[in-house]
Nanobody, 117 residues
Framework: QVQLVESGGGSVQPGGSLRLSCAAS????????MGWHRQAPGRQRELVATITSGGYTNYADSVKGRFTISRDNAKNTVLLQMNSLRPEDTAVYYCSLQIIRTGYIHWGQGTQVTVSA
């Protein structure tokens, strides 16, 4: 059983910054990728950024140059630094952990990010 606990969401004005954190615990015995997805009201969940155990990163075009994903393998944590936030970044952000061997994805409970004036 794997548990993902997110923190760091909140409300911010356009142009502001937030940092999301996700801590994984439980039976993590395999190599895995970690990442962040988001879902805005009325829209499908979409990828924001992912990072492999080796540190290779992938970003959605809409956040490139503004968001930075990083991870601490020793602590099983992943961070998402979000700068220059825009109203269209408003969504529930979900942490993910994908077991490479099986492809199975574990999800966190989500944390709300709201960007408005």
């Amino acid at each position: 059983q794997v548990q993902l606990v997110e923190s760091g969401g909140g409300s911010v004005q356009p142009g502001g910054s937030l940092r999301l954190s996700c801590a994984a615990s439980g039976s993590i015995l395999s190599f895995y990728n970690m990442g962040w997805h988001r879902q805005a009201p009325g829209r499908q969940r979409e990828l924001v950024a992912t990072i492999t155990s080796g540190g290779y990163t992938n970003y959605a075009d809409s956040v490139k140059g503004r968001f930075t994903i990083s991870r601490d393998n020793a602590k099983n944590t992943v961070l998402l630094q979000m700068n220059s936030l825009r109203p269209e970044d408003t969504a529930v952000y979900y942490c993910s952990l994908q077991i490479i061997r099986t492809g199975y994805i574990h999800w966190g409970q989500g944390t709300q990010v709201t960007v408005s004036a």
